[in-house]
């Protein structure tokens, strides 16, 4: 245990100063490459049919945990055999390559950037490239909520859930997670595409997320009330704190089912009441017009700033649930 709590204590702080590097060589790149290659060669040899499309999707998801998980396995227990030292490094290593903090900063705050020049063209382009919607019709508030969807969303995918798989199953456990995720996110769209080829694949999403879904939400609402306190401290009035840690419990009970997937609205829930904002509502995706119910109350209008809040939430909620992970490793 002390280990793997050394090879996470490792691949946060390298997530927090470093962030993720921006090459095709990157893990997460070459697990995507993989779906990509094995998705057409099933296309290709399976039946267009809605049993062909299921069973290719299944065996989609089969062969990339299959080469995944062998692939990473391998390089850990031979990096263990050489060195238990050097064994800690590469699984610190795989951590960090798992973690998204600090890139899904980056990549929002480019759109809160953009309007601080004023430059919405700009802020369309760069929410364009974090979110999986169409874009080209979003108003200046509907691109601003847009990012903080994001933020909110990811702060589960893209930190808790991994730091969760971590806690049980180490680096590898990590890897298999993010695997899990990466073929969600590019199989798991209900169009017609994809309604049969990635159903496995987002079903098995789901029940991953199931629970680092709810802890996410759960120590988002905790980070909100600490920021709140923060603010009191400093002298500020109920009324015109920025961050609510009641609110964010309010919302997150109420509007915590609002979304078509069990885990999305769970985190969007814990952000839209903390920050006293709307999310959500009808979206395009693809070209398809979904009719989705909104989150949270509109207390006040969605603004660029917000996205920084929602960076804090994120940065946060991840320093305290890394924080209980390693206490937890260590107590063990």
Known sequence: MEGRMIAIGLG??????????????????????????????????LPKTKKGELSGGLLCVLFVLFVVGGVSALCLRLAYALSPSF???IEGIFCYFMLAACALKKESMKVYEAFCENDLEKARFAVSMIVGRDTKSLSAEGIQKAAVETVAENTSDGEIAPLFYMLLFGGLGAVLYKAVNTMDSMLGYQNEKYRYFGRVAARLDDVCNWLPSRLA????????????????????????CVFSGKGAWRIWRRDRRNHKSPNSAQTEAACAGALSVQLAGPAWYFGEYYEKPTIGDAIR???????CRANQLLYGSSLLFAAAVLCVLAWF
């Not at 209008?301 to 996205?307: C, F, G, Y």
């Open 301 to 307: 209008p969605v603004e660029a700033k917000d996205i």
């Open 217 to 240: 939400a759960l120590f988002l609402i905790g980070t909100a009330y600490v920021f709140e306190a923060g603010e009191r401290i400093c002298g500020k009035s109920k009324e015109s």
């Open 12 to 45: 946060i702080t390298l997530d927090f100063l470093l962030g993720d590097p921006t090459n095709p060589w990157h893990p997460i790149c070459l697990i995507g490459s993989l779906i990509a290659a094995c998705e057409r060669r099933l296309r290709a040899w």
């Open 87 to 89: 064994g800690v490094l």
